[in-house]
C-alpha cells in the first residue's frame, strides 16, 4: 500500500520548520527517494510519496539501526531495557 503524506504533516512531525522539510524533500526527490503531488482536494498541499528506492532505502536503514541497538544495548536486562527506556521517554 502507497501511502501519501501531505508535507505539512512532516513539518509536525519532525518539529522543524516548513523550509528545512522543503529542502529536505527536494533533495530526496533529486536522488529518486520521493515524489511529490499536488493533493487533488487542495492544489496548495504537497502529498510526498516514497518510491522503490525510497522503500527499499528506508528498509536497509531500519535493519541497520537495529543492528546498532542491539549491539549497544543487547547486554542490558530487560529491566534496566525498561528503566532505559522510561528515562528516554522523559526527555521527548
Known sequence: MEI????????DAMRVSRATVSDLIDALVREGMVV???????RRRVLCRLTE?????????ICDNATRLRESFGGLS?????TLTGLLGRLG
Open 4 to 11: 501519501a503524506l501531505p508535507q505539512r504533516d512532516i513539518v
Open 36 to 42: 511529490t503531488n499536488p493533493c487533488d482536494s487542495d
Open 53 to 61: 528506492a525510497g522503500h527499499a532505502a528506508t528498509q536497509r536503514l
Open 78 to 82: 530487560d529491566a534496566e531495557l525498561m
